[in-house]
Nanobody
Framework: VRIVESGGGVVQAGGSLRLSCATS????????IGWFRQAPGKEREAVSCLSNRDGIRYYADSVKGRFTISRENAKNTVYLQMNSLKPEDTAVYFC???????????????WGQGTPVTVSS
């Protein structure tokens, strides 16, 4: 199993970034892919999840209306489009996969290494 995040960087407040989560080694269509983030000194939190089985999406309240999760089945890749970024979005963003169930709950056994996002004010 391989999960590789990319697309992080430094952006000014109000700007946009698109993160990519490229996966391999498992049946993409049977899994839920989640984006999580961890800011310095804080616990990891779920940002957004997409069930490839039924298309159900989850968004944390803090990102609703600003972030959009999508997928490209041909590339086994999930994207996180982040608009109207705020300094409080600064964190390392991780991608993870879990089978069958949807949402941000337990079961994410496979994780990427993360990509850092810094939003300057």
């Amino acid at each position: 199993v391989r999960i590789v995040e990319s697309g992080g960087g430094v952006v000014q407040a109000g700007g946009s970034l698109r993160l990519s989560c490229a996966t391999s080694g498992f049946t993409f269509g049977d899994y839920t892919i989640g984006w999580f983030r961890q800011a310095p000194g804080k616990e990891r939190e779920a940002v957004s999840c997409l069930s490839n089985r039924d298309g159900i999406r989850y968004y944390a309240d803090s990102v609703k209306g600003r972030f959009t999760i999508s997928r490209e089945n041909a590339k086994n890749t999930v994207y996180l489009q982040m608009n109207s970024l705020k300094p409080e979005d600064t964190a390392v963003y991780f991608c993870a996969a879990k089978p069958r169930t949807h949402g941000a709950g337990p079961g994410y056994d496979w994780w990427g290494q993360g990509t850092p996002v810094t939003v300057s004010s």
